[in-house]
């Protein structure tokens, strides 16, 4: 059963700010928001994960509503590098490394020059 | 760069034959994962090894199997091919259990055509 829901595809322009959104209506309380990217047939490459405040590292920030029923994923100033399939996934966290990732079809990003 | 290897990174083959795969996961990481990437079914997870144990299990076909060796590398052996498997298979490490992040970190992964 999916457990997430992002739109297939979004356009961006290169130098704005990417927002991808993602709904995690039936998400569990213990339950984290991981967001992870894949390059054109690359592996995955983790971004940033979050359970209920919101999150920033280097490459993002994630904005989790008050009900943590959806989430938005933000690439403050997207560059054409960013183009990727960007997957949106809730799970449990129970260090060293839980069960594998469950990746839905993810949302196809595509940054304009 | 991951500092997970997957060798070999491309693989061609014919129905009826069986592969290896080899993932050696980043150093001092002790879990491993198998993913399949195929054009129909998206990404799904294999199995996971923990220190040498099997720990999870997934959408893994009975015709495939797994292990971890004491070095921590791990090989997904893939027998009786048939022209559905031809897929991207990737393999992950996770940090130990005392990560705060537990992200996984996935290697480049091997193509296996079979023909």
């Known amino acids: 059963d999916a457990k997430t829901t992002q739109p297939p595809s979004m356009d961006c322009a290169e130098g704005r700010a990417a927002n991808l959104p993602c709904n995690h209506s039936?998400?569990?309380?213990?339950?984290?928001v991981y967001w992870y990217r894949q390059i054109h047939s690359q592996g995955p490459q983790y971004i940033i994960h979050?359970?209920?405040n919101n999150e920033t590292n280097e490459m993002a920030s994630l904005i989790i509503t008050e009900d943590r029923k959806s989430s938005t994923l933000i690439l403050p100033h997207a560059t054409l590098r960013d183009t990727a399939v960007y997957y949106c996934?809730?799970?449990?966290?129970?260090?060293?490394?839980?069960?594998?990732?469950?990746f839905g079809k993810g949302t196809h990003l595509i940054i304009q020059p | 760069d991951s500092g997970v290897t997957q060798t070999p990174k491309h693989l061609i083959t014919a129905t009826g034959q069986r592969v290896t795969l080899r993932c050696s996961p980043r150093?001092?990481?002790?879990?491993v994962y198998w993913y399949q990437q195929s054009l129909d079914q998206g990404l799904q997870f294999l199995i996971q090894?923990?220190?040498?144990?099997?720990?999870a299990k997934g959408n893994i076909l009975e015709r495939f199997s797994a292990q971890q060796f004491p070095d921590l590398h791990s090989e997904l052996n893939l027998s009786s091919l048939e022209l559905g498997d031809s897929a991207l298979y990737f393999c992950?490490?996770?940090?130990?259990?005392?990560?705060?992040?537990?992200?996984?970190?996935f290697g480049p992964g091997t193509r296996l055509t079979v023909l």
């Open positions: 992950a490490s996770s940090p130990r259990r005392e990560s705060r992040r537990d992200e996984q970190f």
């Open positions: 979050g359970l209920k």
């Open positions: 090894y923990y220190n040498g144990e099997e720990r």
């Open positions: 039936t998400i569990s309380g213990n339950e984290y």
């Open positions: 150093s001092g990481d002790l879990s």
């Open positions: 996934i809730v799970r449990v966290v129970s260090g060293g490394g839980a069960d594998g990732l469950t």
